[in-house]
């Protein structure tokens, strides 16, 4: 192949990433303080996964596994005043073909704080910024941040992660610290941001989303509730009318000790729907038809402990369970409708990793997946449903760095 000709027809788009690369995996690689008032900082992570059948983040069941999944980023903050601040991160991630490394704005924004004490301080953000969906959605591209090389994919469903990601608008947000313990609560509203192909097909619309966090004794008990509407508008026929709402309530909690955690998310209730599809009538001979609305109730929850076996290694156990149909757990009843595989319809993996820290900003990572069910896959790595199989297995090594 063709190397040369591929090369050649990309390499515009790889640019930044092997610039980004360079400095990141550079030996003299630090944080850098550019002023009293500027930061900037980094991370790159790469990967390995190879599965026992079905793709993910490429040709994961070849004999060779794969290598396309990496995480590439830099962002900058200023803050000239105590109360205002800037901020802005430029990323670049290949997923397979979920994702194909273009870089872009991961986010962009303005954070004002007018009111700031000892104890409480409320402000507002603009611009493009993280929802704050759960624990671990804020920061999820930064690999040294999240437990594991992927996080849970019942509640940080990758083949969604547009509609979860980031919002283009404003978010209000307060704190407050007392004896009892700290409170926050967040309350966003913007766009999601659409990829190009989405783009060509669908519009983005107000979105919403809301956290309530409640933290004891610096962090040792975490607890969270998040609310989020996500909304996007096709107009494209025979869809030309269509809209598409998430709706999701999800629930968090994390207890930490010295040497252990215990985390657990759940989602009760996941409501897809899908409305206002006509169906073109023929002029003369019969007219648009309006079908009913298309609602889809999903439940998706995990649970999973960390174990800190010496200073530098870590240790995971997780068991994560999604259902896109709460009611049909088995997936029957929507095979019997559709003509899918059974499977497609629900995932329930478990899963066992070890970390070790090479050094505070050097993380090495491996972790083995036994997977029951499809239900998360991403439809255009695996564009026939009835060629994926049930039963399968994944390990997965990431190398990963920040500064």
């Not at 396309?68 to 105590?82: A, I, K, M, T, V």
């Not at 104890?119 to 493009?128: E, I, K, M, Q, T």
Request: proline share 5%; glycine share 8%.
């Amino acid at each position: 192949m063709q190397v040369s000709t591929c090369w050649k027809s990309t390499r515009s788009r790889y640019v930044l990433p092997i610039v980004l690369a360079g400095m990141v995996y550079s030996p003299s690689a630090m944080a850098v303080q550019l002023s009293d008032t500027v930061q900037l900082h980094g991370f790159a992570s790469q990967a390995y996964v190879s599965t026992t059948a079905n793709k993910y983040f490429g040709p994961s069941d070849s004999s060779r596994g794969s290598f396309d999944f990496r995480e590439l980023g830099l962002n900058l903050s200023w803050q000239p005043l105590p109360y205002l601040q800037f901020a802005g991160q430029v990323g670049s991630r290949k997923a397979g073909t979920t994702d194909d490394a273009t870089p872009r704005i991961d986010y962009a924004l303005i954070d004002f704080t007018p009111y700031s004490s000892q104890y409480s301080r409320a402000g507002v953000r603009a611009g493009r910024y993280r929802v704050p969906l759960g624990f671990y959605n804020q920061t999820r591209d930064v690999a040294n941040t999240r437990p594991s090389i992927f996080l849970p994919e019942s509640i940080y469903y990758d083949a969604a992660r547009q509609l979860i990601l980031a919002l283009d608008g404003g978010e209000l947000y307060s704190e407050v610290r007392t004896d009892a313990g700290s409170f926050f609560l967040e309350y966003g509203m913007g766009r999601v941001i659409l990829d190009d192909e989405t783009k060509e097909m669908a519009r983005a619309k107000t979105s919403y989303v809301w956290r309530a966090m409640y933290e004891y004794d610096g962090g040792r008990i975490r607890l969270a509730v998040t609310g989020a509407d996500a909304n996007v508008a096709s107009f494209q026929p025979p869809f030309s009318d269509a809209k598409l709402n998430l709706h999701v309530y999800l629930f968090s909690a994390q207890y930490n000790a010295e040497n252990w955690s215990l985390t657990g998310e759940y989602i009760p209730r996941l409501q897809t729907t899908l409305s206002g599809v006509v169906v073109p009538g023929v002029p003369g001979v019969y007219p648009d038809t309006s079908l009913p609305d298309i609602k889809q109730t999903g439940e998706a929850y995990y649970f999973q402990g960390t174990y800190r076996i010496a200073e530098d290694w870590e240790a995971l156990l997780r068991y994560d369970v999604q259902y896109r149909d709460k009611n049909d757990k088995s997936g029957e009843a929507n095979a019997a409708a559709t003509g899918l595989p059974a499977h497609s319809f629900f995932t329930k993996d478990k899963t066992v990793g070890i970390g070790w820290s090479v050094r505070a900003d050097t993380k090495i990572r491996a972790e083995w997946h036994h997977l029951d069910g499809t239900s998360w896959l991403s439809a255009k790595e695996n564009p026939d449903p009835s060629a994926t199989k049930e039963n399968w297995d994944m390990f997965a090594l990431q190398v990963s760095y920040s500064f």
